[in-house]
């Protein structure tokens, strides 16, 4: 099928681990975006990308770094997981301005002990 | 700062009952408004969507108001059913600057539709 795809679907970390989340989209969306969602917040910007080879900081981008050396990849990376970081991680990607909507993948349960 | 704000927090209601989701924003440059619809262990997907050359917008029993000079717009769901128990998402968005788009949520509101 079409869509967003994730990776890992749940992940254990211990702190100070490090670990890298994988999104992959098969739509040739230029905007890929990674959220992380907590109770009661919403789902909040990390990072995003516009497209191949650029990224910029979203509303919470401490403690993450991403990349999208592929238009169809974008990787979120914890170099040093905090308990903190514990948050179910959502993917998008997207054409804005042209009546689409924005595709989310199922998430990433990442719990950091 | 929390460029969308979203209540109520939860709402329970009746089967067959109508319940209204309200969001207001600040930033003028939004220009596209989605609401999202998320069931337990699954990812956001899109319900219903609004600009704001419109005042309304229906997709089957979900309508979309919008009020341009007030800067809100809310979520109707007619003749409510168990199965649309969910957690809904307002979302805004518009050119932030250098042609880039962020899609920015509010917190969400939790409905569960009593039979």
């Known amino acids: 099928n079409a869509g967003v795809t994730q990776t890992p679907k749940f992940r254990v970390l211990k702190t100070g681990q490090s670990m890298t989340l994988l999104c992959a989209q098969d739509m040739n969306h230029e905007y890929m975006y990674w959220y992380r969602q907590d109770p009661g917040m919403g789902l909040r910007l990390i990072h995003y990308?516009?497209?191949?080879?650029?990224?910029a900081k979203g509303e919470v981008p401490d403690g993450y770094n991403v990349s999208r050396l592929k238009k169809q990849n974008f990787l979120l990376g914890l170099e040093s997981a905090a308990p903190s970081q514990t948050s179910v991680y959502f993917c998008a990607s997207w054409i804005p301005g042209q009546g689409e909507t924005a595709f989310f993948g199922q998430g990433t349960r990442l719990t950091v002990v | 700062q929390q460029q969308v704000k979203q209540s109520p927090q939860s709402l329970i209601v009746q089967k067959g009952g109508i319940p209204i989701i309200n969001c207001a924003y600040e930033n003028t440059a939004f220009d596209y408004f989605p609401w999202y619809q998320q069931f337990p262990g699954k990812g956001p997907a899109l319900l219903i969507a609004?600009?704001?050359?419109?005042s309304e917008k229906k997709e089957g029993r979900f309508t979309i108001s919008f009020n341009k000079s007030a800067k809100q717009f809310s979520l109707h769901i007619m003749d409510s059913q168990p199965g649309d128990s969910a957690t809904y998402f307002c979302a805004a968005s518009g050119n932030s600057g250098a042609g880039s788009y962020q899609l920015t949520f509010g917190k969400g509101t939790k409905l569960s539709v009593i039979p």
């Open positions: 609004i600009r704001p050359d419109v």
């Open positions: 990308s516009v497209g191949e080879g650029t990224t």
